[in-house]
């Protein structure tokens, strides 16, 4: 983890930029001769012709979009089963062995299994990424809605609340901070099963382009996608962490006691 | 108590045992495509079929001795760099930012240029998931290192330990706990990359076993594949969780 005072500090960009200008001046040399490797100004080149030819745009885009229909789908459904185990544990127990039973199947195995039933586009992808972030959620909604301090229950109960009332208004909003901590881990796992889904089988997105630029001996491109992905998933990372901590300040602080 | 417990266990594995006869009546009333959706009987028997005469038994070994491979590639790799980097505040504070740039990065994302490097070959897959399994590891090494109580190493200084002795003494066992949470996530990596990998390269496992069944629609296949990849990760993870629960068996459970 890095503190907040690390970000500042310039001994951190040492290693970077060291490489990057070790990098072209081995370039300029002339001793990189390689077809799998790309000066680092070239990839700046390939990412800025990604740019203005629109590739660079509609791929993020079609990343982006089945990366996150995926998260809200998949989300949707473990967030409601989630609050569901929490709150009955009856029905958290009986599922128990079902749950354990699926949740390891890795995300990867049922890339052919989606591919067949939707062919390829968004559909299957979307699908893949549902699956597999439905389990992260699904499990840190169910802590977060069973940590709920029983006192809150008693109160919605005297109050008279039903079922729908009680989960609106003292269930959701009590563990909405590790939930939202929930859906920011989710949606990196989103982004990474998009682009796995991507450079293995499906002809779109941020992974095709890489694959497609790989296949057409232009490491340039390669290695701009390859950049661009880690900066997008940086940012959203960042982003959401950003939100976290101005939502919810420390009460979202929990993370290492799910 | 374990009375109670196990009653439980029964209670959920006859949920299960429902679900899979509502599966089994779906299959049979064609409420779904067969193609799509094979009964469970009849995925039970691809998969019979499969480890008994076919090569399913082959290429679950693969996939199994693979996804190790790679995943021990990356522990020693990430235990060694990240102990280094994580004994030294100077090496924490060069290297850290930049190791956490490169975590976000999918690790799927890495294959193009791993193909461009190796090839469609055996050295790609296991570069692959050598790559990817390394993140977890390294970072949670170099954590479980930072978060050493500062005055085991002052106690170290003073019995003058050398440096070597000092991780193996003070520091490893101290960031065990993070060592080993960052090899189980790790070991998850590797699996889903040794399919990935195995499914580009088509190199012989459950990976490229999955793809040829969806390619060729043998749904019953497919799934009999699913099913197997569900099984290495569960025990593989639960043999882990023992592991880890024998290792760290000295501390304090709160």
Known sequence: MIRPGWALDWRGAVIPVGFLVVAQAVSLLGFLTSDNLAAPIDIA??????????????????????????????????????????????????????????????????????????GLGYAMELSIVAFSVCWTILILTRAAVAGIDPPLLEVSRALGFGFAARVWKIVLPAALPRIFVAFRLAAAIALIVAVTVEVAANPQGLGYSMMFAQQSLRPDLTFAFLVWIGLLGWALNAALLWAQRRLFGRAAMVEAAP | MIARRCLWILASLAVTAALVGLWQHAADA???????????????????????????????????????????????????????????RTARAYLVPTLEMIRPLPASAIIPVAISFFGLSEGMIIAVIGFGALWPMLLSTVHGFQAVEQRLYEVGRLLGLSAWEVIRKIALPSAMPDILAGMRIGLTVALILSVVGEMMASADGLGQWVLFAARAFRAADLYAGVVLLGVIGFLSATILGAVERYLLRWRVTP
Do not use: C, N
Not at chain 1, 74 to 89: A, D, E, Q
Not at chain 1, 111 to 117: H, N, S
């Open chain 2, 30 to 88: 064609r409420l779904v495509s067969p193609a799509f959706l094979p009964s469970p009987a009849r995925a039970w028997i691809a998969l019979i079929d499969g480890l008994q005469q076919g090569d399913l038994a082959f290429k679950l070994m693969s996939t199994v001795e693979r996804m190790i491979y790679g995943w021990l590639l990356a522990s020693l790799l990430g235990i060694v760099i990240g102990s280094i980097i994580g004994i030294s």
């Open chain 1, 45 to 118: 080149l390939g990412w800025w012709e990604a740019v203005a030819d629109g590739t660079l745009v509609m791929r993020t885009h079609e990343t982006l979009t089945s990366a996150l229909a995926g998260l809200a789908f998949g989300g949707s459904i473990g967030l409601i089963l989630g609050v569901v185990f929490g709150l009955f544990r009856v029905v958290d127990r009986l599922m128990t062995l079902t749950v354990e039973a699926v949740r390891p199947i890795p995300s990867a195995a049922v890339i052919p299994l989606f591919m067949m039933i939707f």
